[in-house]
């Protein structure tokens, strides 16, 4: 029998317990790393395939593999502090006791990721990309807010994940690179389930008082989330830092790429199987 | 920046919205159009406005201490991140 969230959230939470670790035992950050290295898979380099990436030599695409390792944890660092905070607001709420115990994990893995990801760029790059995300408060129908909170959780984690799971098996990584990959996904494979569950059992509850207006809103703020999560990962600061010339022209036309989009359906093709089958989709959005 | 006057760099701003969004028609448009109270732009294009205002601008913005309504209308932007243009 298909388990009910409370039940999902009390396996979870007894895996957490059994998997807990120590962020400060668990990853050994040495003084230096070896630059020279991959610390991203090339096939997820944002330049990957474009005109521009044959024109860089070794080192520049080493070193850009790099500043995108750095550009990747600074904007998981971003997610996961608005995750946090809307975490922390549902401790508690309506919902079980056996939710708000695994929110207390869910909590407690997002800040060692957050301690992984910030002592990697603050003890190599010296410093955290910023986060040009804006958030404006307006008025929700019942439900909507607890669901999109859900829904940009699922987003964000599910196209992290595919680089985390590419990227904890790729042997050309930097060690620590890989490592911090695996543990990411480790945790994340647990936040997946449980973020999944709690989304199709709210879209459910609402989706009849909400009507085919405002599911139309959600549909098309589907398509715009994704496009706007995936456009922090061709940051101009990184080609700036990387040396290149017009890097907000390059971070747009590469973005706009059919090499891009091509790669944004491939991380995306779980993503959308997902919603369609549970018809919070109705076709895959342009992406 | 490209020594722009305040008025061209007003002009780039709304010919932008208005390749963005499709809510609003050019002859719609002014520099104290609502932009977000008429959801003419999301929180979610914000985010791309930026870096346009960024890219004509040449440099990177400060938004960490921004203060609610800031991007209200183009006059408010222009006000906010064009201040020193005449």
Redesign the interface.
Known sequence: MKKNTSQLATLLSDASVKHFYSPFEAIVFPEKVEMNSWFTSPELLSLYGQPEWEQLTEEQRRKLSFLEAVNFYSLNIHGEKALIEGLAQRLYDEKSAEHSRYIHHFLDEENKHMIFFGTFCMKYAGKVY???????ERTYEDGEKDFLFFLKVFLFEEIVDYHNLTMGKDERLEPLARKINQYHHFDEARHLTYGRAVLVELFQQHVETWGPEKMEEIRQ?IG??I??TF?EYYN??VYQDLGLENP??L??RVFHSEISRQHRKTVLKNVFKFLLQNQILLEEPAV | MNSLTLDEVKKQILEWILQKSSKISADQLTEVTPLIESRILSSLQVMELLLFLEKVKGSRLAIKNLKPGTFKDVQTICQTFFGELK
Do not use: E, G, N, V
Not at chain 1, 130 to 136: I, M
């Open positions: 910023p986060d040009r995300k804006l958030a404006f703020y715009s989330y496009q706007t456009r101009p600061d907000y022209d971070a747009d």
